[in-house]
């Protein structure tokens, strides 16, 4: 199985943190990101967010770049976490005026979306959360989102369109907790509001700062049908780092990769990287490297008996054997 890679335009410029304001590298514009992206073996599209990546004004302009470099437009995200109006939270906020903002921000990623035929739109409750205890009533902020989502998914179906929207499940940052912050949380939700085109993006990394075992999460969305979209990178489970998958634990690589061709996901990788102070393209050139070499030995495992050794659920160091070979022979 060749897996389709699909890259996050926001890891392509000058990066910033809260120790360094003025970042670590050079800016670089929209155009001129997707012009890299294009240039990068295997990877065939593109994520980016309405209105700070794409808006009205140069729409045309990524259109031209896209057909000329062959990409899609995989993801298109409404960017409502960015303006100090949603400090507090956007499509769950207590102020009504800022939800509806919010919502409006979401429809406009959807118009956009449209144009390009976008399959996916990730919501991420960024900022809709609490850094104190009792700060937020999590029971009216639930019914405030569940309002909003349905909302945004009534306006996707009056007008017809494909796109599917996904909730990314993250526990912490940028607020101390952010609402449904686990995997399975975020799917209790998605079954709530029970649409075919309301589902999930699995972030591996914001799994893993979850402390969730990520072979676990992709098996239990997957097992519901929700799986619409994924989040590559890697972290030490300590922080959101975004380096490229694979670099933390590679078998750990392996093993969501496992899992997503024994179940037959279709969909897209997308890669979430955040190289504050190294090249985007090499973090972006590694992480296909890394992928491509974790599917080979994918392919291997399931030349050699992966398959049955698993569904025996007895013997560990036989699988840990079968991997490790496996990385050797695809090396």
């Known amino acids: 199985m060749k897996n389709k890679i699909c890259m996050g335009i926001w890891g392509m410029t000058n990066l910033r943190d809260r120790f360094n304001v003025n970042g670590f590298g050079e800016e670089m514009s929209v155009i001129d990101r997707i012009k ?75 118009d956009m979306g449209a144009r390009f035929n976008v399959p996916i739109s990730v919501l991420w409750p960024a900022t809709d959360g609490n850094d ?14 569940v309002d909003s989502v349905r909302q945004i998914l009534d306006y996707l179906h009056k007008n017809k369109y494909k796109t599917k929207v996904c909730i ?11 609402m449904m912050g686990t995997t399975a949380a975020a799917l209790s939700i998605v079954q709530e509001v029970n649409d075919p085109n309301f589902g999930m993006n699995i972030d591996v990394g914001h799994s893993l700062i979850a402390k969730e075992n990520v072979e676990d999460m992709f098996s239990l969305v997957l097992r519901a049908k929700k799986l619409f979209h994924t989040h590559f990178d890697d972290n030490d489970q300590q922080a959101d780092c975004d380096i490229p998958p694979g670099c ?14 024994q179940e037959g996901f279709d969909g897209w990788f997308g890669l979430d990287l955040f190289p504050y102070r190294d090249d985007p393209i090499d973090y972006m050139k590694l992480s296909v490297e890394n992928l491509r070499l974790g599917q080979a030995v994918v392919d291997l495992m399931n030349k050699k ?16 054997r079968l991997i490790r070979d496996c990385i050797r022979e695809a090396s």
Not at 45 to 70: C, F, M, R, S, W
Not at 99 to 110: F, H, I, S, T
Request: with cysteine.
């Open 248 to 261: 933390a634990n590679f078998i750990r690589l392996v093993s969501i990769l496992y899992v997503l061709d």
């Open 36 to 110: 890299a992206i294009g240039k990068t073996e295997d990877v065939d599209g593109i994520e980016l967010h309405v209105p700070t990546e794409i808006d009205d004004k140069n729409a045309h302009e990524i259109e031209k770049v896209l057909q000329d470099y062959k990409l899609q437009m995989v993801q298109l995200c409404g960017h409502t976490w960015t303006e100090k109006r949603y400090k507090f939270g956007a499509l769950g906020d207590t102020d009504p005026k800022v939800r509806a903002a919010a919502v409006e921000r979401v429809k406009w990623a959807l």
């Open 132 to 145: 104190f205890p009792l700060q937020t009533d999590y029971v009216a902020l639930y019914n405030r989102y």
């Open 305 to 320: 008996g992966a398959k049955k050794l698993r569904a025996k659920g007895t013997d560990g160091p036989a699988m840990s």
């Open 168 to 178: 990314e499940p993250k526990p912490f940052e940028p607020r101390s907790w952010i």
